[in-house]
Every structure is written in C-alpha cells, then in structure tokens.
C-alpha cells in the first residue's frame, strides 16, 4: 500500500508560470505613474493596497487590478489620466488571456505520478481566472480533484481533507509558498514537498521550517518528486 | 423514499437580495457621471459593458466594479477625475461588505426543509464574495453541501450532478434566474422551480418555460415550497 492517498499540487508558479504576469501590470502602472514616482516606491505602495484590499477584493487579477487602479489615483494625486485608467483595465483583459506557460517537466512528472497516486490540483484565488487557466493549460485531466479556494490556511486544508475523509499523514502537498502549500501542511500533520519559485510574489513569503522538520521536504524543481516519492515509499517513512 | 436525492438552491434574489446592492453602484455611477449623459444613456452603456467583459472577468462585484470605471472613462471622453474613480473602488468596498439581508420566509422554510431533504446552495460568480455572503448570511449550516461556480449552464449542473452521483429526475432545484436556474435542468430532465424576483438582473431574464412543461413549476415565494414539495411527493408525480 502505498504511503499517500491522495498527491496535492499548488497551480500558479508550481505547474504553470503566473508571477511574471503580474509583473508585466506592475510594469505597466510604473510607466503611468513615471512622473509621480520612482518604481521602487510605486512597487512598495501597490504592495501595501495589495494587503489592505484582500480582505475586501480576495486574490486574482481583478484584485490586482482594482488595486493597481488605486495606487495609480493615490500616486498621481487624483491627476491620472481616464486614458491611462483604461489602460490599466486593458491591461487586466491581456493578462486575464495570457498564454499559459508550464514550468519545466511539469507535463512528464504530471503525467508519470497520475498512473501512481490520484491527484488533487489546489489553488487559491478567483474562480473565473483559476477554470480558465486550469482549461488551457491542458493539465486538468491529469487531476483526480480540482478544487480552487479563496484562501489556503490550515482550516481551508483541513475542511478539504474531512470533506474527501484524507488524513493528514497520508496526505502531500506541493508547492511554491511557504506560507500557503507547506506551513498549514505541516501543521495538520501532513507532509509538504517545497519547490522554490524564483520569483514568488513577496505576499506568500515566510520562514522556512528547518530542514529537518517532520513532514518538510524541499525539491529543487518538479523533476525530482517522482524520485522523492520512491525514496519515501521505500523507506517506509515515519 | 422521496422523489428528490437533494433540494438545491440558488442564493443571490432567491435566499437573499442581492440585485440592490449592485443598484447602488449604478446610482453612484450615474451621478458621478451625471453631467455627460442621462441616467438610461449611462445604465445602458453599463449593461453592454458588462455583458462583454464577462468573458474578461466573470461575474460578482469587482467584474462589476471594473465594468463602472471603464463605463466612466468611456463615457466622459476620459475626463472623469482620479477622485471620482476612487470613488466607484470605495463604493465596491461598501458593496462587499453590505449586509446579507435574507429574502422573507428563508429561514424558516430552509430549516424546515433541512430536516427532511439534503440541501445544496450553488451560486453562480466570485469565489471570495460568495464565501463572505454564505458566512454572513448565517444560513450555511442549513445546506449539506455547497458549490460556488463560475457559470450556471447545462454543463456545469451535469457535472455537479455526476459528482454527487445523482441522477437529474431526482434533482430539484430552485431559484430566480430563468437563464440560470430554471432552462439548463429543464434541459438536463430535472426538475425546477422558478421564484420570481421583482428586479432579477436583466442578464437572467430567458424567456419562461411553458407552465406545462414537465419538470417546471413556479411558485410566488419561497414560503410556498414545502406545500410544493409536499404536494409532489404525495402525487408521486412524473
């Protein structure tokens, strides 16, 4: 019997490309707000409505863009053009449509671990934007379950473990936030395979376990997971 | 045994209002925008804005939101001020956090039937706002399962229904949207019951089934359901 019932996997920055998409709007809302600021304090302004506005607007891009709308007003003193406003709403529907870039070995490992394990895709963020990109990333039948959250804490984890009655030590989690795929994991009492993203927004950064914690594992990219898994499987773990 | 596996509901103007929150961003938007166009002209030109950034942004009220600004810069040739866009972001705040007012005769008859069906809330739109309004609304205990999705189409219930191993003879569902709620289960062979609400959203409106069509029927308020249900199951119906 193998160790695990189920394999998770986090989507945004872990199967599929997605920072450097928010990254093309905060580039666009710098070139607006040239002249009111320097890209550093633009970035850090939009960072801090960014945190404000979650508890009304949740994650996603329509989020981001509400937000990069208000950072744009504020910064601009109320002078922001209406053109450079729709700018900012165009810029929403390109990156609502953009191409969906899987990381690397992301199809193979995919591919191999579903004849093995059933898996679960777990993303956080707006509905809308996760189904359409979860249907073009040509991924989906791969996943056994789909669920798509509004927020990934340990209560969020551990309504979806009673609802598909998983327990935490033979449930995995993989991903690319600290703070969202591997602590609440960890906390359950699941295990949680970590794999650095270079560029993981700043929002989902927390310390990392020690290395040597129960349940913690860290992979340098999805290659290696098949290989991690058989390691774990064959030492019987525990 | 009863006739139905599973009462589903609607939620936004069927368990509670909802249509009058979004009313209030209109009023908002057709004020700030009061000196470039009348009321009908500005309502209008929302409304088809609306309607084609749904491929853009799905629904619920940042989709919504999004539509008034760019409603706004379009239709004061790029003139609105930044404080006035401001404005429209401050008043979707508001929107999201206005409270859930249940339609009358919802609590009782959702506790009176919990006991004898398994009920099952499935809302059409934004994840995050769906969640707060089904916490808020306190009624979330009552519902033994509950589905936020992105769209409410003959696909998207068959699906529902595969997952819950259902079969659609035995499914009934209620709420105020004849595009949404009513034609797609007609559709699939389930059975349906249309609650009119005075101000449904224009984008719900699909032409009535015919008050003979098998599976439909219509009730005035959601009071009447289990006298509907009773009469049913006492029928034996089909």
Redesign the interface.
């Known amino acids: 019997m193998s160790l695990f019932d189920v394999i998770a996997m986090d989507a945004d920055d872990t199967l599929w490309h997605n920072e450097h998409i928010y990254r093309q709007g905060r580039i666009v809302l710098i070139r607006l707000l040239a002249q009111y600021g320097s890209p550093e304090a633009i970035y850090a302004r939009l960072f801090q409505i960014e945190t404000q506005n979650l508890v ?4 996603g891009l ?2 981001f ?2 937000s990069m ?2 950072t ?3 910064f ?8 450079d ?2 700018e900012l ?1 165009e810029q ?2 390109k990156m ?2 953009s191409e969906v870039e899987l990381v690397d070995h992301v199809i193979e490992t995919v591919s191999q671990l579903s004849t093995k394990y059933p898996l679960m895709l777990i993303t956080k963020g ?4 996760q ?1 359409n990109k979860i249907t073009r990333s040509g991924l989906g039948h791969f996943f056994k379950f789909i669920e ?3 927020e990934k804490n340990s209560e969020t984890y551990r309504h979806l473990l009673e609802h598909y009655s998983i327990e935490p030590r033979r449930f995995l989690m993989v991903g690319n936030s600290t703070r969202s795929d591997i602590l609440p994991i960890l906390e359950l009492g699941g295990h949680a395979v970590y794999i650095p993203y270079p560029t993981t927004w700043q929002h989902e950064n927390a310390e990392l376990p020690p290395p040597n914690r129960a349940g913690y594992f860290k992979i340098e990219n999805i290659s290696l997971l098949p290989d991690l898994l058989r390691q774990l499987e064959n030492s019987g773990m525990d």
Do not use: C, M, P, W
């Open positions: 009304h607007f949740g994650y329509k989020s863009t509400l709308i208000e744009a007003v504020e601009s003193k109320g002078r922001i053009s209406g053109d406003i729709q709403i929403n529907k609502v449509a707006d509905l809308f934007e189904e798509v959250v509004s």
